[in-house]
T-cell receptor, first 112, second 112 residues
Framework: EAQVTQNPRYLITVTGKKLTVTCSQN?????MSWYRQDPGLGLRQIYY???????DKGDVPEGYKVSRKEKRNFPLILESPSPNQTSLYFC???????????FGPGTRLTVT | GENVEQHPSTLSVQEGDSAVIKCTYS??????FPWYKQELGKRPQLIID?????GEKKDQRIAVTLNKTAKHFSLHITETQPEDSAVYFC???????????FGKGNQVVVIP
């Protein structure tokens, strides 16, 4: 089954404790992206990747890191989480930047 | 960068009536316009998209129209049903820009 998976689905953590949210896709997609969703603000892009070892900033990259060492994986790293990073995070993948994006199930992150 | 705005933010319709959501975009070079539907607690999923070389596209009860001169595109849902109740996001991108800019979303409520 073609899919995008994310782990964990839910995470409660404390300020400053490094965490990683994993994202994996099995569709051989070139393009992958991370979004955060906050009430009233829609979906805002954090980082994206056009291919292995090629990543770039989206609209709200501050406080986040990503890596793309393999085509299928695109982890999101929060080196020192803060409460304003409490949000719903979605990973997505697509053939290219101008095609349908397939979203993962989402990760609900709470930073206290 | 691209700025996408959606109106109205909330739309209530009687079951069986039509719903129309309009989006405006700022970048005249944008050429890809998808619409995503997000049901409560679920991930966004593509329902229809249109490219700038066509003015209208239809898929059963859903249609999208594009006015490049005015830089707006609209989602039309006919014969609405309770399962159409969701948040709808429009987005815009242009080839090579590597970015998909989302609007803030419209809550559509279909009243039985």
């Amino acid at each position: 089954e073609a899919q995008v998976t994310q782990n964990p689905r839910y995470l409660i953590t404390v300020t400053g404790k490094k965490l990683t949210v994993t994202c994996s896709q099995n569709m051989n997609h070139e393009y992958m992206s991370w979004y955060r969703q906050d009430p009233g603000l829609g979906l805002r892009q954090i980082y994206y990747s056009m291919n292995v070892e090629v990543t770039d900033k989206g609209d709200v990259p501050e406080g986040y890191k990503v890596s793309r060492k393999e085509k299928r994986n695109f982890p999101l790293i929060l080196e020192s989480p803060s409460p304003n990073q409490t949000s719903l995070y979605f990973c997505a993948s697509s053939l290219s930047d101008n095609y349908e994006q397939y979203f993962g199930p989402g990760t609900r992150l709470t930073v206290t | 960068g691209e700025n996408v705005e959606q109106h109205p933010s909330t739309l209530s319709v009687q079951e069986g009536d039509s719903a129309v959501i309009k989006c405006t975009y700022s970048d005249s070079a944008s050429n890809y316009f998808p619409w995503y539907k997000q049901e409560l607690g679920k991930r966004p999923q593509l329902i229809i998209d249109i490219r700038s070389n066509v003015g209208e596209k239809k898929d059963q009860r859903i249609a999208v129209t594009l006015n490049k001169t005015a830089k707006h595109f609209s989602l039309h849902i006919t014969e609405t049903q309770p399962e159409d109740s969701a948040v709808y996001f429009c987005a815009a991108s242009r080839r090579g820009n590597n970015r998909l800019a989302f609007g803030k979303g419209n809550q559509v409520v279909v009243i039985p």
